[in-house]
Structures are given as C-alpha cells and as structure tokens.
C-alpha cells in the first residue's frame, strides 16, 4: 500500500478506500471483498457532517466528475440523478416507513447535494485559473 502512495489524508472520510483501491489496481494488486470484514466509528455526527458524508460516498462511489465537474455535468446531476435517485427513492421509502425524521433529511439532500457539486466546480474552476 505504501508503494501506491498510501491513504489520502486529505480526503479524511467517504472517498479514501475508493481512491487508494484504485491506486493499487492501476499497480497490478488484486482486491478482496470480504462481506463478513466490519469497521465500527465513533463518531458525534452534525446534520451538515452526515450531508457531506453521503455527498462524498456518492461522489466517489460512482466516481461522478471523474474528468472534472462542468456546469453541464453539474446541472445534469441536479436535475437528473440527486433528484431521481438520491431524493425521489429515499424520500419513498422513508415515507412508506413512516420515519418522517429521515423524510426532512431527504429534503436537505435535494438542496445539499447540488450546492456540493456547485462549490466543486467553482474550486475546479479557481485551481484551474491560479
């Protein structure tokens, strides 16, 4: 693990494991999953560190803007996959559970996740100007 430059402290959580696997992928390392394998965390949670823990999860696990965000892909994920898949789902089956705490947390997320990748592409946009 080292060789392939070990963990990136910087990404702290939700995104570390992707990054580093893909890392010792591209090196010719083969991977195991073990589903009996278990992490506790202790953890004393915000609802804005539960928003960008998700965010980060669904960021790095499927990669999204891979290539760079751009305002297209941005809008795109808006509208197309944060409103389907990570608000219209949820909020369905928090709703057919009656768990109407989780139902409010749904509705932050619709706002949360675009404001995310917003600020990502202004941060992609600044880096690229310096």
């Given at each position: 693990?080292?060789?392939?430059g070990?963990?990136?402290?910087r990404?702290?959580?939700?995104?570390?494991?992707?990054?580093i696997?893909?890392?010792?992928?591209?090196?010719?390392?083969?991977l195991l999953?073990?589903?009996?394998?278990?992490?506790?965390?202790?953890r004393?949670?915000?609802?804005?560190?539960?928003?960008?823990?998700?965010?980060?999860?669904?960021?790095?696990?499927?990669?999204?803007?891979?290539?760079?965000?751009?305002?297209?892909?941005?809008?795109?994920?808006?509208?197309?996959?944060h409103?389907?898949?990570?608000?219209?789902?949820?909020l369905?089956k928090?709703?057919e559970?009656?768990?109407w705490?989780?139902?409010?947390?749904?509705?932050?997320?619709?706002?949360?996740?675009?404001y995310?990748?917003?600020?990502?592409?202004l941060?992609?946009?600044?880096?690229?100007?310096?």
């Amino acid at each position: 693990m080292l060789e392939a430059g070990g963990y990136n402290d910087r990404m702290r959580t939700n995104g570390e494991d992707t990054d580093i696997s893909a890392r010792l992928r591209a090196r010719g390392w083969d991977l195991l999953y073990t589903p009996s394998a278990r992490a506790i965390h202790l953890r004393h949670d915000s609802i804005r560190s539960v928003l960008n823990a998700y965010w980060r999860w669904w960021r790095f696990g499927v990669n999204a803007y891979a290539n760079g965000p751009r305002l297209r892909s941005v809008l795109g994920h808006a509208i197309f996959v944060h409103f389907r898949y990570n608000f219209l789902g949820p909020l369905r089956k928090d709703v057919e559970a009656r768990r109407w705490e989780l139902a409010l947390f749904d509705f932050l997320i619709l706002a949360y996740f675009p404001y995310r990748d917003f600020l990502l592409l202004l941060n992609a946009k600044k880096g690229s100007a310096e």
